[in-house]
């Protein structure tokens, strides 16, 4: 089995990458809704989270992703001890969704925070999803109804595109020029042949 990880700045176009892929006949496991649905699901999670947030971080059984948001954005501290709470459990969620998927000769674990978890030391090859960033931007205003400011502020939070790039095997670049089907579509051919 092949494992490869898919990383990329918000807005770069991870998810358009992943259905791709998943078109492909290859499964996808997607870190971040996996890490949303265990924040409200899973006992040591809540109880974590609850420890540094206090106890009405969590509205009928939600967490408030509003307020985690905007408490963590700016604080680089607080944000790395909610990740030391949330990534060892996605991390162990992960293990057990590679069982289930041991015969694929071919699977894809996208995460936004692939590098800043050390998540891409588990995986065979790395695929930066890049675009520039003003489309980045605008992409994420529209998705999520954010001003321009809360998006750069989430970008600075977040390691720099250039970096990614430098430690990814491939980059695959959905910035609206280069066609970006034909790109998947021949990384899927490398990647299987390597299996």
Not at 150 to 155: D, K, L, M, N, Y
Request: one cysteine or more; aromatic letters at 6%.
């Amino acid at each position: 089995m092949i494992k490869v990880g898919i990383t990329g700045g918000i807005g770069s176009g991870k998810s358009t990458v992943c259905t791709l892929f998943k078109m492909l006949h290859v499964p996808v496991y997607n870190a971040d809704i996996e890490a949303r649905a265990l924040t409200n699901n899973d006992a040591k999670i809540v109880a974590g989270v609850k420890g540094l947030f206090g106890e009405d971080i969590y509205q009928d059984g939600q967490l408030n992703r509003a307020k985690v948001g905007s408490l963590v954005f700016n604080n680089t501290e607080l944000l790395s001890k909610l990740n030391t709470i949330i990534h060892p459990v996605v991390a162990s969620h992960f293990q057990n969704w590679l069982f289930k998927h041991q015969y694929c000769p071919l699977i894809i674990k996208e995460a936004a925070i692939l590098f800043e978890s050390d998540g891409h030391k588990q995986m065979d090859k790395v695929i930066t999803v890049s675009a520039p960033e003003a489309l980045r931007i605008n992409r994420v205003m529209k998705r999520d109804a954010l001003t321009k400011e809360e998006v750069e502020s989430r970008i600075k939070n977040q390691m720099s595109e250039e970096e990614k790039v430098k430690m990814s095997d491939y980059v695959i670049y959905c910035n609206d020029v280069e066609l970006l089907i034909p790109q998947v579509v021949n990384l899927h051919k490398e990647l299987k042949s390597l299996s």
